[in-house]
C-alpha cells in the first residue's frame, strides 16, 4: 500500500490542478487579480470552516507566523506568474516558474537531513522534468527570453518560499497556518485589484466557477499540508507539483485541446515518477 504522503500529495496536485482549469475560467471574462481575490476569499471562508472541524491540540503564535509568511510569499508568486504571463514568454515563464518552484524545496529537504529511499529519489529525477514538459507552451518572442526567464524564477522562488515555510509548522496547529496565510493574501489582491482600478464585482456567468475554483484551491492547501505531515517533505513537494498533469487532461477533455509531444511525455513521465515515489516510500 503507497504512504499517505503519496495519497495526499497526488490528491494536492488533482484539486490544484482542477482549481486552475477552473480558475482560467473565471480569468477569462473578469480581471486575473478580481478572480483570485475572490478565490482565495472563498478559500478563506473554506478553512474557517474547516479548521474547528478538524482540530488543533495546540495553536503556536510561530505556526501563524509562518503560515503568514507562506502565503504572503504564495501570494508575491502569483503577482509575479500573472506579470510574466500577461507581459512575457509563456513558453519560459510558466515552466521555469514550476521547476523552481519544486528544486528548492527539494534542495531543502537535502538540508534539514531528509534521505529518501532510492526509488523515490528515481522518482523525483522523473518528476522534475515531467514538471517542464507539462508546463511547456508554444510560441514567444525571442527579445523577450532574459525578462520571462527573469519573472519565472522569481514566481518560482516564492512559490517554493510557501512550500518550505508551511513546512515548518507544526501537526498541533491544525489548519490554522492556512488561515493566517489567507488573511494576508485576501487583503493583498484586493489592494492589487483597487490599485489597477479594477471592478472587483465578478461577472455574471462566473461566481459558481470561481467559487469553486476557491474551494477547491484550499481543498489542495489543506491535502499538501496533511502530505509533508505525514512523509518527506520532498516527495510531498515533487508530487504536488504535477499539478499541471489534470489541468492538460481536464482542457483536453472538455476543450478539446490537441496534447502536444512535449505534454504527452510529461504525462507518462509524472506517472512513471509518482509510481517510483509511492513504491520507494
Known sequence: MWPMVVFYALM?????????FLGGFSSRKNPVTVSVFWSQSIGLLTVLAAAPLL??????????LWGIAGGLCGGLGILFLFQGLSTGIVAIVSP????????????????????????????????????LLLSYEKG???????YSLRLGLISGAFFSGFFILLSRTTDASGLWPLASARFVTVPL???????????????AGTRRITFLSGLLDMGANIFYLLAFRTGYLIAAVILTALYPAPTVLLQRLFLQEKL???????LLLSITG????????
Open 274 to 281: 509518482a509510481a517510483l515515489i509511492g513504491i520507494g516510500g
Open 96 to 131: 521555469s516558474a514550476a521547476l523552481t518552484g519544486a528544486v528548492l524545496p527539494v534542495l531543502f529537504g537535502i538540508i534539514i537531513g531528509e534521505r529518501p529511499p532510492l526509488l523515490t529519489w528515481m522518482g523525483v529525477v522523473l518528476s522534475l522534468p515531467a514538471i
Open 140 to 146: 514567444g518572442r525571442i527579445t523577450h527570453i532574459a
Open 12 to 20: 494536492s496536485a488533482f484539486t490544484f490542478g482542477t482549481a486552475d
Open 189 to 203: 489582491f484586493l489592494m492589487v485589484s483597487l490599485f489597477r482600478n479594477s471592478d472587483i464585482r465578478l461577472k
Open 260 to 266: 502536444t509531444w512535449p505534454r504527452t511525455a510529461g
Open 55 to 64: 482540530g488543533a491540540a495546540q495553536i503556536r503564535s510561530a505556526d501563524l
